[in-house]
């Protein structure tokens, strides 16, 4: 789907129909994949207030160690190599799994530190859902049910991973 020219609201309301057409009573989960500053985040929270019922979690949740670390022991390999994707995925079907009144608590990932904080005292805390959003820079899910691929410039992802960086990750 090309949505240049389309605006949120369309875009939202086209995902549920492509998401609900199978209303087989499941929880649907949702992948949205693109380069760091795409967007992906702030299209995540926004589809979660359309579609409520909803939860994100973000494969930044799931990087090992803290930036330090990854860039010493880490750079220049492989890059799926930083992330515990069997986590994501295991957290997804645990989420998936969850009952009435069941919850579960999964990794948030710390902006300032760059690592995701695996203390239960800073973990998300997430009950029964009908939408599971993942979003992050790679495709760790295992069979969503719908692969959202973000495709933005190389200018305006740098352009927005500067701003992000100067007003979330105290850089200057």
Known sequence: MDINNL???HIFTEIRKRIDSRNDGKVKVISIVGGAG???TIFAHELIMF???AC???TDDYVIGDREYRR???EGGNPLKKYNSKALN???STIKSLGNGEYCFVPTYDDVTGEAVDAKEYHKKISKVKYIIVEGDFDFVENPDLLIYFDVDD???LDNRIQRDL???KRS
């Open 56 to 58: 994100t979690l973000g």
């Open 90 to 92: 295991d957290n997804i």
């Open 72 to 74: 010493k022991y880490l």
């Open 167 to 169: 007003a979330k990750r």
């Open 38 to 40: 795409s967007g992906k």
């Open 7 to 9: 605006d949120r609201e």
């Open 51 to 53: 579609l409520g019922n």
């Open 155 to 157: 200018e305006i992802r």
